[in-house]
């Protein structure tokens, strides 16, 4: 199972960006993504997680300007950022949660290398 992360990239305080995640491999199931994100110098930190079902949970420094999406046809996650802050300025990943696959196997805690988003005051 990969995971590729897209959409990143240089921004504008008070824009917007779309970042997307596309699980690939032998992928039968996904019971939930999320997104993550690691700022220079700090730790990474939980963003938000979307459950196959479409219920989406975010952390509280979010503050209504982040919305988390998926598309299980397609196993993809999308993360739609608006009114940008350069504090979001950070490399984002994607976490894919207990994976089945067609042959039968699960795991969990699948990731991605990231997408860089860099936001400008």
């Known amino acids: 199972v990969q995971l590729q992360a897209s959409g990143g990239g240089l921004a504008q305080a008070g824009g917007s960006l779309r970042l997307s995640c596309v699980a690939s491999g032998n992928i039968f199931s996904i019971a939930g993504m999320a997104w993550y994100r690691q700022a220079p110098g700090k730790e990474r930190e939980w963003v938000a997680v979307?459950?196959?079902?479409?219920?989406?949970t975010y952390a509280d420094f979010v503050k209504g300007r982040f919305t988390i999406s998926g598309d299980n046809a397609k196993n993809t996650v999308y993360l739609q950022i608006n009114s940008l802050k350069p504090d979001d300025t950070a490399v984002y990943y994607c976490?894919?949660?207990?994976?089945?696959?067609?042959?039968?196997?699960?795991?969990?805690?699948?990731w991605g290398k990231g997408t860089l988003v860099t936001v400008s005051s």
């Open positions: 976490n894919a949660r207990y994976v089945v696959t067609t042959g039968g196997n699960s795991g969990t805690d699948y």
């Open positions: 979307i459950s196959r079902g479409g219920i989406a």
